[in-house]
């Protein structure tokens, strides 16, 4: 199973971005996917998650609102759209899949394959 993400890149404060993420291998369907991001110095964290059977999403407190996680069957790809930007945004973003039902979708180790990531930076 392989993870390709894009869609980082350089926007001003209240600005969008929109995040993919291709999963190769595997039945896409059966996964649950997440989103993850580390700024230079700090932990990697929690931001979304899709969660395979139901359709459940989770959110981090600081991005619920202004972020939304999707996926699209059919092109086995996960977005991550982000609206109202903020500097503190700024990070590597990676995507994860774990096959099946993620019952705890906030804990990165919960997730057996990890793309290699996008830089997204927020300018004030």
């Known amino acids: 199973v392989q993870l390709q993400a894009s869609g980082g890149g350089l926007v001003q404060a209240e600005g969008s971005l929109r995040l993919s993420c291709v999963i190769s291998?595997?039945?896409?369907?059966?996964?649950?996917v997440g989103w993850f991001r580390q700024a230079p110095g700090k932990e990697r964290e929690f931001v979304a998650a899709?969660?395979?059977?139901?359709?459940?999403?989770d959110y981090a407190a600081s991005v619920k609102g202004r972020f939304t996680i999707s996926v699209d069957d059919a092109k086995n790809t996960a977005f991550l759209q982000m609206n109202s930007l903020k500097p503190e945004d700024t990070a590597v973003y990676f995507c994860?899949?774990?096959?099946?039902?993620?019952?705890?979708?906030?804990?990165?180790?919960?997730?057996?394959?990890w793309g290699q990531g996008t830089q997204v930076t927020v300018s004030s």
């Open positions: 994860a899949a774990d096959p099946g039902f993620n019952s705890r979708p906030g804990w990165a180790r919960t997730y057996d394959y």
């Open positions: 291998g595997g039945t896409f369907s059966r996964y649950s």
């Open positions: 899709f969660r395979w059977r139901g359709g459940l999403t």
